[in-house]
């Protein structure tokens, strides 16, 4: 792909008064979607994969990973709506919870979610699972989940993973979700196949947070979303931490526009990366 690097003639309806050649910097792959619902296995019999989201993607011996988000449910009919949650104590680890559309203390306007007997619960069930290229086009995902929720904070499930590779080191900074809120929650690893969980480094309501892959000055720095009920809004903030661990110094860096393609959220994607300037 040639770019043209020539010094462009003065465009007075440009911002900088110089006319922009609007060239693509990125194909899309013509094999798209690279993975589909029905290219992975669902945790436990009786349930389905509804959809595939966010995957961190990360390098490791010379293949291309995927950590993807599966969502899962058991098939929805027209007289119930039913969602896993984590339940240690059922058969699987996994629960189902299911309503009669009629329950007069039924609300289910929400499709990402429904209210019952004041009990806020997800339509579905999420947790991560590796799938893996040599070409960075073609994946397959493995057969059984990478990580589940574990305990009280991540009861509903583990979500929308970033990858952030620091040395031999890769940081998963992934959402937690319970009934106590959705925060920020990191887990380790050098081999992809034993993991070490750090815990909940961001508290509710949090999200999408992306940590960078090399300190700048004598911090660690991170991307997060913190959100609020009132005051605020779904904006971009940063942080910093001396360990990768505690986080302090938060400052919000972007908001939201109004009437404009972000007008209701904005957060980070992938790990930053680093530029010449």
Known sequence: ???????????????????????????????NPILRPSDV?????????ACLLNP?????????????????RPPQTESMVSTPV???????????????????QLDSRDPRGFTWKSDTYLTT????????????????????????GEGS?????????????????????????SAAGVGVGCIETRDWRSFRRIGMILPP???DCAIFEERVGDHWMCLHRPSGIGLGGNYIWTARSPDLIHWGDHRCIARTRPGMWDSERIGAGAAPIRMPR
């Not at 690097?5 to 922009?20: D, E, I, Y």
């Not at 390098?59 to 899962?72: C, D, I, M, N, Q």
């Open 125 to 148: 069930l999420s947790h991560l699972r590796l799938a893996w290229s040599d070409d960075g086009e073609r994946f397959t995902a493995e057969d059984v989940p990478t990580l589940m």
């Open 86 to 104: 984590i339940d240690p104590a059922a058969p699987g680890g996994i629960r189902i919870v299911a309503v009669a559309r009629t329950d007069p």
């Open 153 to 177: 904070l991540e009861g509903f499930g583990i979500e929308d993973c970033r990858v952030s590779t620091i040395g031999d080191r890769y940081l998963l900074t992934y959402t937690a979700v």
């Open 205 to 207: 309501h949090n999200k």
């Open 1 to 31: 792909m040639a770019v043209n690097m020539q010094p462009q003639p003065r465009n007075p309806s440009s911002p900088t008064g110089v006319a922009v050649a609007h060239t693509d910097l990125a194909h899309r792959f013509a094999g």
């Open 41 to 49: 296995r669902p945790t436990v019999a009786g349930l389905e994969v």
């Open 56 to 72: 961190g993607a990360f390098r490791y011996r010379g293949r291309t990973g995927l950590l993807l988000r599966v969502a899962e």
